[in-house]
């Protein structure tokens, strides 16, 4: 795969620094068909690779368990900037930096921001690299930028898929952001985050286009949702079973609410929250989920039932009101 | 729901006599629905329930890391009996046994097994306590009924999804089997494990019908996916991460019997073997599933790519003939 930086170099140097025998491979689901090419350089350098083949979104989603009961050494996770402090088993980030040249989706964005000139500036860890370019481009055109830093996440402009601490710090300072990577699915968090004008500049397709719309779409969509979950006389609280997305407590004090106001709470313990297996569970009316807040946030949504998230709750029970929940934002802590 | 028991006394008292205050109640897919409702009688126990979301086909499938992660104190596992002998967290098994009536369906299997005269009698543990009845019935219209105990599983009669020893154990002695019990799955099995005709009396569809077309078709799809294998340059090996499908030990002695024919092995820790997650690697040409063995046996394949046993894997390394599988079952142990 060309476009990235497995850092092949450090991988060996870091299963020699640790003496590793086993290696467990993993990758999100964009990088895996690189895993068998990985795993014969971790193997030529001396140790036994095995490739974690299950879904991976996140760096909350570290294979630890997996890699205890596989009698692993040390885990190479790919893709992510490191979030969880600790993890049972020694683990290495390998972010996958992209190689892939900038400029012709960034000059393709300029036109789509004409009408602002105060741009908040955001990226993936893939791009990070990118973003003093895409800066010195944008000031040339005549706009102020800015760069949040909340000192939350890894890096200075970074956001993650349910981490948009950087943007929502400079909210103020910026009339609209520009996000640097693929997909519309980072765009449309910061779009959700904070309510502004946000354009993709998508190296990969050599393009850029504006979230906005979809981000409306959503919101309708979400409101909807909450309004349904407002008459279920079910809940069901979804507790994730990934390192750095169980969030039990919190699931608790939830269940409470929910019974506080004479409705039924269910709590169900869940690896991948997804629509099949809420499906198996025709009685509950509505979910909350405390696991991955951004897994029910697309629209059209592949849930039949409302999945709310932990904030958007907050509106059913009463703690909270849709201003609030707009401002605070839909799905972060 | 209706035709099963789900044993709530015995809940009840299992929750009392272990003292447990957080019960994990996990069940396979078909009994999901009555979480709820199971949920709301460990609450009044006295214990907090969570029920486990995730896919559940088996008593290989203890969610007892989960239980360990959640602060579990009792795993109350539905459907299935014991196979695992020691679980970290203490597990009852509620086998929730069919009270459905069988008559009609053995009824209409009679005539269907009219050219033999010797039969072998097989169901899951749902059914088990209905084996004497369906006998009787047997033997007053005149047949040789045989009931195969090899001591592997819990019940004479029974078959799970990847364990048919007792048919095995009788195969010459019957010329037919009739099997006890919904859907074509566990019937599918015996037909593939014995070679025999199979007749299915299915008690919630009242009919009866024979499978055995169906077990020809899957033999000859295997073939053809063994064939397919045999010119892979590059395989993936499958450890399972379920606490009974889990054969390290095994995949790398294949994986060395692969390296040994001078071609590729990947090794891959999985813990649902569902397609999406195989497609994510389109450079591995077949694999060996050393998890589940019953995943890949379905006709028409799910699989885009060659999904082979452990036993038809022997095929292609030169170890066992087409002859020897057949004789031995495509999947058992």
């Known amino acids: 795969m060309k476009g990235f930086d497995f850092e092949e170099e450090r991988i060996k140097q870091e299963i020699a620094k640790q003496d590793a025998k086993r290696v467990l491979i993993q990758l999100p689901e964009g990088l895996k068909p690189e895993a068998p090419r990985l795993a014969a350089i971790v193997e030529k350098a001396g140790a036994l690779p095995i490739i974690s083949a299950d879904p991976c ?24 900037a490191q979030m969880l402090k600790h993890s049972q088993v020694p683990t290495v980030y390998i972010e996958a930096r992209a190689t892939i040249t900038i400029d012709n989706a960034i000059e393709q964005a300029i036109p789509l921001l004409s009408k602002w000139s105060k741009i908040g500036l955001a990226t993936t860890v893939q791009h990070i690299q990118a973003l003093d370019q895409v800066r010195e481009i944008l000031v040339r055109v005549g706009k102020t930028v800015v760069v949040g830093d909340a000192g939350r996440i890894y890096y200075a402009g970074q956001v993650t898929g349910c981490d948009y601490s950087n943007v929502k ?39 850029a286009y504006l979230i906005s719309a979809e981000a409306d779409k959503v919101i309708k969509q979400r409101w909807a949702g909450i309004e349904e979950a407002g008459k279920a006389k079910i809940f069901g609280i979804l507790i994730g079973l990934k390192p750095g997305q169980k969030h039990l407590d919190e699931a608790l ?6 019974e506080k106001s004479g409705k039924t709470a269910c709590l169900f313990a869940i690896r991948e929250v997804v629509p099949e297996a809420l499906l198996e569970f025709p009685t509950v009316d509505a979910y909350v989920n405390t696991a ?36 605070k934002g839909l799905f972060e802590n």
């Open 292 to 327: 991955c807040p951004r897994i029910s946030l697309e629209a059209p949504s592949k849930f039949s039932k409302p999945v709310l998230t932990v904030n958007e709750f907050k509106l059913v029970s009463g703690e909270s009101s849709w201003e609030n929940l707009l401002k």
């Open 253 to 258: 004090r939830i269940k409470e609410a929910v």
């Open 57 to 80: 979104y996140g760096a909350c989603d570290i294979a630890a368990g997996e890699a205890e009961r596989l009698g692993v050494d040390l885990i190479v996770h790919f893709g992510h």
């Open 169 to 207: 710090s400079v909210t103020n300072d910026a009339e609209a952001f520009l996000f640097v990577g693929g997909g519309r699915f980072h765009a449309l968090g910061i779009a959700l985050a904070t309510s502004k004008p946000t354009v993709i500049a998508d190296p990969y397709e050599e393009k």
